[in-house]
C-alpha cells in the first residue's frame, strides 16, 4: 500500500473514532447500555435471519417464496440463532415500564405518555405504506403477475404484524407492570393443549398472538422491578427454556424450526407456540445472562457508536429490510438468473452465494435508510433531535427515568 494510501486509511480510522468519542461523550453517564445493544442484536437478528431464510425464486416470469430450511433441515439452527423477536419484547416491556414510571413522576397524563409512543413507533410505517402502495399499482399496470406482486408486497408488509403486537401491549403497560409471566405462559400452555391434544379449533391459536409475546413483555416488567438481577433468574430461564423447548420438539411434535417453513403442515411462529415461547424464555435468560458483558464491551468508543446508530434508526432498519432484499432480488432479474439471488434454496451451493448477496442486501438497506430514516428520526417532534432510548440504570428500583438525547 502506498504512502498515500496508508495515510487516508489512518485518516479515517480518526474520524471514526472522534465521531465515535463524541457519540460516547453525549451518552448520560448512568445509561444501561447492554439495554441499547440487546435491542441493536434483537433488531439484526431478524434482518440477517429474513436475509438467509427467505429466497425469491424466478419461475416462469413469476418470482415465489422459498426456504433453504425446505430443502436442508440441517439448517434448522439458523433459525434459533436469528429468531430474537423475545429479546425484542424482552427489551420492549423494560423500556416501556421505566418509561411509563418517568412520565408518572414527571406527571404526564397517560395518553400523552402513549401519544407519543406510538407515534414514534406507526409514523415510520407511512413511508412504507406510501411507497408499497404506488409500486404496487405500478407493477399491476404494466403488465406484472398478479402472483409475483401479490408475494412481494406480503414479503414487504410482513413485518407490520409485529408493530401491531407491540402497540398493544404498549398501550397495556400500565395494566403489565406488575402482571406475573406465569400468567401469559399459562394461557399459551392451555391453548396449545386444547388446538392439539383436544383437537379444538385452529383459531384459538391467534390468542397465542398477544399471550406469546407478553412473556417476554412481562419478563420485561419484571426486569424493571428489580427481580431478574440476580445471574440465578438468568440461569433458570436459560436452562428451564432450552429443557422445555427440547422436550416438546423431541416428544411433542412441534417442529424445530422457530420460523415458519414453506409446505410443513405447522409452524411455531405464525401463530406462536408455546414451543417458540419457551425458546423464547431461553433467549430472554441468555440475554439477562450477557448483561454485564455487554456493559463492559460498550465501554468501547466505537462499539458504542455502532449501537447507537442502529438504535436511532431501529424502526427503518426493520420496515426496509425485506424492501432491500426484493429490490436486489427484481433488479438483478434484468441482467439474468443469479446463484443465491434466483435459484432454488437447495444446496451448499446456493447458501454460499447467498452469504456473498449479504453485502449488498446490506448496501441497498443503506440506500433505504438514507432515504427514509427522517421519518422515524423526526417522530418525537419537529426540531428535536432522536433519542436512542431513554435513560436506563441498571440496578436503581423504581426510580424515575429522565429521557435524555444523544
Not at 421505566?98 to 397517560?110: E, H, T
Not at 402502495?133 to 403488465?143: C, M, Q, V
Not at 385452529?202 to 440476580?230: C, D, F, H, I, Q
Request: charged share 15%; hydrophobic share 55%.
Amino acid at each position: 500500500m502506498t504512502d498515500v494510501g496508508v495515510l487516508g486509511v489512518r485518516g479515517v480510522r480518526h474520524a471514526v473514532r472522534r465521531g465515535a468519542e463524541r457519540v460516547g461523550a453525549a451518552t448520560p453517564a448512568g445509561r444501561d447500555r447492554a439495554v441499547d445493544a440487546l435491542r441493536a442484536a434483537a433488531v439484526l437478528g431478524v434482518v440477517l435471519g429474513h436475509w438467509l431464510v427467505t429466497a425469491l425464486v424466478a419461475d416462469s416470469g413469476t418470482l415465489r417464496t422459498a426456504s433453504p430450511l425446505q430443502h436442508m433441515p440441517w439448517l434448522t439452527p439458523v433459525s434459533w440463532m436469528f429468531q430474537t423477536l423475545a429479546v425484542f419484547f424482552l427489551v420492549g416491556g423494560h423500556v416501556a415500564t421505566r418509561s411509563l414510571a418517568s412520565a408518572r413522576a414527571r406527571g404526564i397524563p397517560y395518553h400523552h405518555w402513549l401519544t407519543a409512543r406510538l407515534t414514534r413507533l406507526f409514523t415510520p410505517v407511512a413511508a412504507v405504506l406510501t411507497l408499497w402502495t404506488i409500486a404496487a399499482l405500478a407493477l399491476l399496470l404494466s403488465g406484472a403477475e398478479f402472483g409475483t406482486v401479490r408475494t412481494l408486497v406480503k414479503l414487504a408488509l410482513s413485518p407490520l404484524w409485529f408493530l401491531v403486537v407491540f402497540a398493544a401491549l404498549t398501550a397495556a403497560t400500565p395494566l403489565l407492570t406488575r402482571l406475573n409471566p406465569l400468567w401469559p405462559l399459562a394461557v399459551v400452555l392451555h391453548v396449545d393443549l386444547l388446538r392439539f391434544g383436544l383437537g379444538g379449533p385452529s383459531w384459538l391459536g391467534w390468542v397465542n398472538v398477544a399471550a406469546g409475546w407478553l412473556v417476554p413483555y412481562t419478563l420485561g416488567a419484571a426486569w424493571t422491578r428489580g427481580e431478574l438481577e440476580r445471574r440465578r433468574a438468568g440461569w433458570i430461564l436459560l436452562a428451564g427454556g432450552a429443557a422445555a423447548t427440547a422436550g416438546l420438539v423431541v416428544w411433542a411434535g412441534y417442529p424445530a424450526s422457530m420460523v415458519g417453513v414453506p409446505g410443513e403442515g405447522m409452524s411455531n411462529l405464525d401463530p406462536p407456540t408455546l414451543a417458540v415461547v419457551t425458546f423464547g424464555l431461553a433467549q430472554c435468560g441468555l440475554a439477562l445472562l450477557l448483561r454485564e458483558r455487554l456493559r463492559r464491551a460498550m465501554r468501547r468508543p466505537v462499539a458504542w457508536a455502532a449501537v447507537a446508530l442502529v438504535n436511532l434508526s431501529a424502526m427503518t432498519v426493520f420496515l426496509w429490510h425485506q424492501t432491500a432484499l426484493m429490490a436486489t432480488t427484481a433488479t438483478g432479474l434484468l441482467a439474468g438468473h443469479f446463484p443465491g439471488l434466483h435459484t432454488v434454496p437447495d444446496s451448499l451451493g446456493w447458501v454460499g452465494a447467498r452469504l456473498l448477496w449479504l453485502p449488498v442486501f446490506a448496501l441497498v438497506l443503506a440506500v433505504c435508510w438514507a432515504a427514509f430514516r427522517s421519518f422515524e428520526q423526526g417522530a418525537g417532534g419537529r426540531g428535536r433531535r432522536s433519542r436512542v432510548v431513554r435513560e436506563h440504570r441498571p440496578s436503581d428500583r423504581g426510580t424515575a427515568v429522565e429521557a435524555r438525547h444523544v
